[in-house]
Nanobody, 116 residues
Framework: QVQLVESGGGLVQAGGSLRLSCAAS????????MGWYRQAPGKERELVAR???????NYADSVKGRFTISRDNAKNTVYLQMNSLKPEDTAVYYC??????????WGQGTQVTVSS
């Protein structure tokens, strides 16, 4: 398994930006897809963005054009650049390492709050 440590969450005004970082350790990092998920109060946890071991990405429709996921394999780190933030982006954001069946390890979660 991998260990995931997140940083970068916080409070930001609508229209602002945040960059989340997830530092990973473990022998399978380079062969794992990495994803960012979020969960708002009373709602299901949802996939926000994913990057595969080969660098391919996909995004939830709600964040396309605003969020960018990337990974730096040399640093064992995955990032989520969040621009043009909206109040509806408010949630706890989780980093996850994934295999072909889905998430296998999770970070602790970091709160992102977007005020209007």
């Amino acid at each position: 398994q991998v260990q995931l440590v997140e940083s970068g969450g916080g409070l930001v005004q609508a229209g602002g930006s945040l960059r989340l970082s997830c530092a990973a350790s473990g022998s399978i990092f380079r062969s794992s897809a990495m994803g960012w998920y979020r969960q708002a109060p009373g709602k299901e946890r949802e996939l926000v963005a994913r990057v595969t071991s080969g660098g391919s990405t996909n995004y939830a429709d709600s964040v396309k054009g605003r969020f960018t996921i990337s990974r730096d394999n040399a640093k064992n780190t995955v990032y989520l650049q969040m621009n043009s933030l909206k109040p509806e982006d408010t949630a706890v954001y989780y980093c996850a390492a994934e295999d072909s069946l889905g998430p296998i390890d999770w970070g602790q979660g970091t709160q992102v709050t977007v005020s209007s």
